[in-house]
């Protein structure tokens, strides 16, 4: 018996885990950051294989973390947690700093970041795991509490996008939920929602182009609600 | 430069890991457990390599994973936290159940359980990392809160055992930190104050075989304050 409701009692924060160079780079938001050992200071981030980040850490070796504030805005969430990196480039136009290595930090809505450089990258099935040494680490605001999961699923009404490790799929998680008569539906970026009888349009016959009014996220990334 | 005082900006939950068999097992508090892939749910947790329950898990290549709530007692975070297995039978006198595995699974302080068989072992330098594919999980209270580690260190005034991933080493802590001239210490495993003025004692002239008051934790345990 597998009850997925209490893979969501392990607590996560949220981060944007980035990586490249000074001409190019991409990230995206990531809930599985964790320290593994504490001398020397080492990280693991875990990484879907059809990440574009993941590529980028593949070929440079280097990636950081931001650790996000919990009030995090739904623009940062939606462009970095539900946006490809192949399709624009999300780091134009944010506040960027260069590390020791050159990676890319994002310092938007960020309370502190990490700098790493890749020892060892773990197959763990649809997953990459890169575990990285560290090089530079700092606090950039001590007023403000972490983004968690909890908080993001519970007070922003967010959930995991495709590609995280802890994402459930669609038809599992509505196989358990009994699905009331209710035509709306929720963006899963940034917990807008589209109600069919306030809109005076079937969400399926909008546009396959159209995008969430909020956020930008993608139609595919609406659930019904 | 690096900053320890951004490792404490990553999220964590607290959880009882334990491992064994129905004749003989042991668990630790671990800060260390996240889903690595959704699809077969897989899980890792980390693991110092002198931890005791770190041989149950390779021997028996089960673990369990008890999430913690909000309000674990300090006797629970002492007795799995900073105490080694070796010493006593950590699981003697528990609320236990025995997993399809036979793996142990403590329920005490729990408001979920997950049951894993080890399908990968990680040498990450000083610990280890288990990568386990689930076998079962249970939600076993939905009305609470799960316990992560910075209610532990804030509201707790709880830090990590030395053989936890985010342990900081108390040499490089203190000298981070402006000494002033207070002679109290402070049991790293509930937070409870010893007071030399109160006491009319001496901390350092107490006996070596002196256990914290509240939760049994050994005089090492404890720091200046």
Same mark, same amino acid.
């Given at each position: 018996?597998?009850? %997925? ?74 462009? %970095? ?145």
């Amino acid at each position: 018996m597998v009850d %997925f409701e209490a893979f969501f009692k392990i607590t996560y924060g949220l981060f944007i885990v980035s990586s490249g160079d000074k001409t190019k780079g991409n990230g995206f938001i990531s809930n599985t950051v964790f320290q593994v050992t504490a001398d020397p200071p080492r990280f693991a981030v875990c990484c879907n294989k059809n990440n574009f980040t993941a590529g980028f850490i593949t070929r440079t070796g280097v990636f950081s973390i931001s650790i996000l504030e919990q009030d995090t805005s739904s623009e940062i969430m939606g462009r %970095f947690g539900f946006r490809s990196g192949r399709d624009f480039d999300k780091l134009e136009g944010m506040s960027l700093k260069y590390g020791e290595t050159g990676v890319p930090i994002v310092l938007n809505a960020s309370i502190a970041y990490l700098e790493c450089t890749v020892i060892q990258t773990i197959d763990t099935g649809t997953h990459l795991m890169f575990i990285g040494e560290l090089v530079q680490s700092a606090v950039l605001d001590n007023s403000k509490e972490p983004l968690t999961y909890l908080y993001y699923r519970q007070v922003k009404k967010g959930s995991a996008p495709k590609n995280a490790p802890t994402y459930i799929d669609k038809s599992k998680l509505e196989a358990l939920k009994s699905s009331g008569p209710l035509k709306r539906y929720k963006c899963t970026a940034c917990g807008y929602i589209f109600d069919e009888e306030k809109e005076g349009i079937k969400f399926s016959d909008l546009h396959d182009s159209w995008t969430c009014p909020v956020c930008g996220s993608e139609k595919s990334d609406f659930i019904e609600v």
